[in-house]
């Protein structure tokens, strides 16, 4: 079956159906290819039958805020889903339990645990990611990981049948989980312990403050680039190789945080993964460390 021809066959959505949609545009890179097809459901049960009518062969990648992802310039076949809006970036609290929509930001998810005088989830003000992406990667910072609040989370399969686990059933590591990969993830649930909003805002406030002074938040970045190895830091070793600062085509590792890269104006996908994979070669003859990336590199090159 040709590509045209299982994008001809899908049924009706009531969410939007996009051919070709260039994806630079929904990354923080602002770099890569079109997706073959966007899918940007309605809500749960539009996600649902989505999945459920799409062929088994199709290949499947979900797309949150693009804030950890280089689209490589190819583009990505197959179907690209992106949750967005009311019906997927809901954020409540109530006693102790935060849920929020895969698509909700995950600095969202700490300010409302904030407000409702919910401790534990300050971290969240630090990653400029969503909900959907932090259960995928076990997302943290600042000495706290997803691991340590997540409760449950549920979504979609594959086929469209709806799954639910709990955190022991996610086996996170660090910055990894063993969750089936195929789930789209629609709903998570935190738990966090009681403390005054005020304290909580403060320990907030102070993180959003570190982050700013420390990162290049304002440039077109990834977040972090790699992994930190087993007793070393992505950083120092990126520093001791020589790269803070230094240009690759478009792209540099940013003369504030040698682990971020960053998109000088005219970088391609190539620029920045080309600039990581020189970096990782570079490090292991250096210092014999082999670096891992923690920026999803999606498509063909």
Request: glycine residues 12%.
């Amino acid at each position: 079956m040709s590509a045209a021809d299982w994008r001809d066959a899908l049924p009706a959505v009531r969410g939007k159906l996009l051919r070709d949609e260039p994806l630079g545009p929904f990354t923080w890179f602002r770099v890569g290819g079109a997706a073959e097809l966007l899918f940007l459901p309605a809500d749960a049960e539009d996600l649902a039958a989505f999945l459920k009518a799409l062929p088994a062969e199709v290949p499947v990648t979900v797309l949150g805020v693009g804030s950890n992802v280089i689209i490589r310039d190819g583009g990505v076949p197959g179907a690209v889903i992106r949750l967005a809006g009311r019906a997927f970036a809901g954020v409540q609290a109530e006693g102790r339990r935060i849920t929020a929509g895969a698509a909700a930001l995950d600095a969202a998810v700490a300010r409302a645990a904030a407000r409702a005088g919910i401790a534990g989830l300050e971290f969240y003000a630090g990653i400029p990611g969503t909900v959907g992406g932090a259960l995928t990667m076990n997302a943290g910072c600042y000495g706290s990981e997803t691991k340590d609040v997540l409760v449950s989370a549920w979504g979609y399969d594959r086929s469209g049948a709806r799954q639910e686990l709990e955190v022991a059933d996610f086996g996170y590591t660090y910055r990894h989980s063993g969750a089936p990969a195929d789930i789209v993830w629609v709903e998570a649930a935190y738990e966090g312990r009681p403390d005054a909003p005020e304290a909580v805002q403060a320990r907030m406030d102070e993180i959003t403050a570190r982050r700013e002074q420390t990162q290049p938040i304002r440039e077109k970045t990834g977040g972090s680039t790699f992994k930190n190895p087993p007793g070393h830091s992505s950083w120092k070793l990126v520093d001791a190789a020589g790269w803070r600062g230094k240009a690759y085509g478009g792209a540099m590792f940013s003369p504030l945080h040698s682990n971020f890269m960053i998109n000088t104006g005219a970088a391609t996908a190539a620029d920045l993964e080309g600039l990581g994979e020189a970096v990782r070669a570079d490090v292991k003859a250096k210092a014999g460390v082999d670096l891992q990336w923690e920026i999803k590199r999606i498509g063909r090159p």
